[in-house]
């Protein structure tokens, strides 16, 4: 248990679907991540808050829109999504902001299927 | 850009032998490193990081990692596995030299431990 939840942990949607991700840290920490992780691929970031200000969005489509209302909480809102975004979504934090020397601290990950 | 490059994809070894898991990275003047493991079903866990100093980090459940600068290499090393080792095992990199920039991930290798 790493202090960062995610709900929920499994989600199957269509592609008209709305839905939103949840995530959430009891850390204390200020920064505040969103990855995909797709198969045989790496690790790719999504967003980065830092200090609730969005300072990353690495060419992500619109059809994914963070929301970061406090430092404790971050989500993913989803809508129309194409079958080619099924994955695992995984939720970070960092102590002292999203600086280069940060470790990072991981929740479980929603697995996203879209039909 | 700074790239990682984890040469196995897979690595099967027997229970109680050495293990080494090897991670290259593009050339850059100064890099912070990581190695995190993922455990199935759950999110990814900091084993060890090289900010300065010792070349020869040692991490949590007796994984080992050492820096080498000229051959831009960060291998993982453990003496004697076990079978709860058995997982995947994730490089990462951050560049000095571009800012705050987050890590970037390795494909990752999976270990499995045969008993």
């Known amino acids: 248990e790493t202090g960062v939840t995610q709900t929920p942990r499994h989600l199957v949607m269509g592609m008209t679907n709305k839905k939103s991700l949840k995530c959430e840290q009891h850390l204390g920490h200020n920064a505040m991540y969103w990855y995909k992780q797709s198969a045989k691929k790496p690790l790719e970031l999504m967003f980065v808050?830092?200090?609730?200000?969005?300072?990353e969005n690495n060419s992500v489509p619109s059809r994914f829109s963070p929301e970061c209302p406090n430092s404790s909480h971050l989500f993913l809102h989803l809508h129309t999504l194409q079958p080619e975004d099924s994955a695992l979504y995984l939720c970070a934090s960092s102590p002292h902001g999203a600086a280069t020397y940060n470790e990072q601290f991981f929740g479980p990950g929603t697995r996203l299927t879209v039909l | 850009a700074q790239s990682v490059t984890q040469l196995d994809s897979q690595v099967p070894v027997f229970e109680e032998a050495p293990v080494e898991l090897r991670c290259n990275y593009s050339s850059s003047v100064s890099v912070y490193l990581f190695w995190y493991v993922q455990y199935p079903n759950q999110g990814l866990q900091l084993l060890l990081k090289y900010l300065s100093g010792s070349t020869l980090v040692k991490g949590i459940n007796g994984f080992e990692a050492e820096f080498n600068k000229s051959q831009t290499s960060f291998h993982l090393r453990k003496p004697s596995v076990h079978i709860s080792d058995t997982a995947e095992y994730f490089c990462?990199?951050?560049?000095?030299?571009?800012?705050?920039?987050?890590?970037?991930f390795g494909k990752g290798t999976r270990l499995s431990v045969i008993a």
């Open positions: 990462a990199v951050s560049d000095l030299n571009s800012g705050n920039t987050p890590l970037v």
């Open positions: 808050y830092n200090f609730k200000e969005q300072t």
